[in-house]
C-alpha cells in the first residue's frame, strides 16, 4: 500500500477551473472536513457532479495533534490525516473552493442554493450540509498556551494519552461526569471541576459520586491554567468567596459543550434542543434534498470516524434522491 504523505494542504487544486455560478450542480458538499470530504468522495463514485465549499480545508481535524483511533492509521497527525483525505478525494477531480463561507441559503422548487460571503452562488439539485461544530472554550488564560500540551476538548480522543497521570474535567453535565468516568479508568486521580451544580443524569452523578478516583470541587471556577513548557496545574477560585488557591495536575478536560456552525441553516431546517440539525438514519433532514452529515447534526459523538461514516451515508442517500426526484 502507498502512503505517500508528499501530498500538501496547499496542493494540487489550484488548476481546478472555478465552479460555474449558472451551472446546476447534483451535489454540493458545504464543509471541508472529514464529513463533507467523504460525503464528496462517495457522490463522486457515483457519478454525480459534485463541488466541495469550505471555509477551512481539513476542518477540525488541523486542531488534532495525534488521531490514534482511526482504524488502520495509528497515531497519524492531524494535519497528515487532513492530507491523506484530501489527496484521496483529489483523485476524482472534485473541486474544493477553500476560503469558501456559505452565508444563505434558499431553494426554489427542488433546486437549493447557496451564497457565498463573496456574493457569489451556486445550485444544485441537493446539499450536503457538514459545518462541523467548534468545542467550547473556557476562555482563561493558559488556555490556548497549553491546548495539545496537557489541555484537551476531547477525552475520548486524548484520554489514554493520561494513563497514570492526574487530570482535570472542566464541566458539570453529561458530557463532563462520561469524561471524568472514562478518564478514571485510566488515569490516576480525576478532579471534576465545576462553578455551579451538577447536570447531568443522576445515574452518571451517582457513579461519579462514589467512584473512588474521582473528586468533585462544585461552586468553584477555573480561572487560569498554568505551566512552563507544558501543563501543570489550574488556578480555581470559590464561586462564593472568591479565595483562590493552585491545584497541580497534567492535564485538563474542557468538556462544555459545542457549538454546532449552523450558520445559515438554522432558519431553514429543524434543529435539535441543542442547536444541531436534526438529521435520521439516512443524513436527511426537514427540507426534501438537504442531507446533513457529521458534528454539525444531533448524531451523538463527535469524532473523526463517525463524521467519516454519516458523510458517506448523506451522499449515498442524496443519490437515491436525486434519481428519484424529478427536476
Ligand atoms: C482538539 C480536538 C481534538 C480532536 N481529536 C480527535 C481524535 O483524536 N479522534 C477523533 O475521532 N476525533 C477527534 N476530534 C473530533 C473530530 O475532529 C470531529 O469529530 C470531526 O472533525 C468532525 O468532522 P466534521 O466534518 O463533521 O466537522 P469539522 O471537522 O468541524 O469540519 C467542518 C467544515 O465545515 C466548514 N464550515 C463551517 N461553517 C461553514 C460555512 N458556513 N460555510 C462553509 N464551510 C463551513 C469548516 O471550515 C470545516 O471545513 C477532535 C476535535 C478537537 C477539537
Known amino acids: 500500500m502507498n ?29 471541508a472536513g472529514p464529513a463533507g470530504l467523504n ?19 481539513g476542518g477540525q481535524v488541523l486542531d488534532t495533534s495525534a488521531v490514534d483511533n482511526y482504524l488502520g492509521l495509528d497515531g497519524v497527525d492531524g494535519e497528515g490525516l487532513a492530507e491523506r483525505f484530501l489527496k484521496h478525494l483529489s483523485k476524482y477531480s472534485v ?36 459545518t462541523g461544530s467548534t468545542p467550547r472554550r473556557l476562555g482563561i ?4 498556551r497549553f491546548a495539545g500540551k496537557g489541555v484537551g476538548y476531547c477525552a475520548i480522543c486524548d484520554g489514554p494519552l493520561f494513563a497514570g497521570k492526574d487530570v482535570f474535567v472542566a464541566g458539570g453535565g453529561n458530557s463532563a461526569v462520561q469524561a471524568a468516568l472514562d478518564l478514571a479508568q485510566m488515569s490516576r486521580a480525576v478532579t471534576v471541576v465545576h462553578r455551579s451544580r451538577l447536570r447531568a443524569d ?27 513548557a507544558a501543563m501543570d496545574g489550574l488556578v480555581v477560585e470559590d464561586a462564593a468567596t ?22 445559515p441553516f438554522a432558519k431553514r431546517l429543524v434543529l435539535s434542543e441543542h442547536g444541531e440539525i436534526v438529521a435520521d438514519a439516512r443524513g436527511a433532514t426537514s427540507v426534501p434534498g438537504i442531507f446533513a452529515a457529521g458534528d454539525v447534526t444531533d448524531f451523538p459523538y463527535k469524532q473523526i470516524v463517525i463524521a467519516v461514516g454519516s458523510g458517506a451515508t448523506a451522499a449515498l442517500s442524496a443519490n437515491e434522491y436525486i434519481a428519484r426526484t424529478a427536476f
Open 3 to 31: 502512503l505517500d504523505l508528499s501530498f500538501h494542504l496547499d496542493a494540487g487544486l489550484g488548476s481546478k477551473p472555478a465552479l460555474d455560478p449558472d451551472a446546476l450542480h447534483d451535489v454540493l458538499v458545504v464543509g
Open 39 to 57: 460525503a464528496a468522495m462517495y457522490a463522486a463514485r457515483k457519478g454525480l457532479d459534485v463541488a466541495v465549499l469550505g471555509k477551512r480545508k
Open 95 to 130: 473541486p474544493v473552493l477553500d476560503g469558501a463561507e456559505v452565508v444563505d441559503v434558499f431553494s426554489q422548487g427542488p433546486v437549493h442554493s447557496v451564497v457565498l460571503s463573496t456574493g457569489e452562488s451556486y445550485r444544485a439539485r441537493a446539499l450536503i450540509v457538514a
Open 141 to 144: 488564560p493558559g488556555e490556548d
Open 202 to 228: 443522576q445515574v452518571l452523578v451517582d457513579r461519579l459520586l462514589s467512584h473512588s478516583r474521582i473528586a468533585v470541587l462544585l461552586g468553584t471556577r477555573i480561572v487560569e491554567v498554568t505551566g512552563q
Open 242 to 263: 472568591g479565595a483562590r488557591r493552585a491545584l497541580p495536575g497534567d492535564g485538563l478536560f474542557v468538556e462544555i459543550g459545542h457549538l454546532p456552525n449552523v450558520g
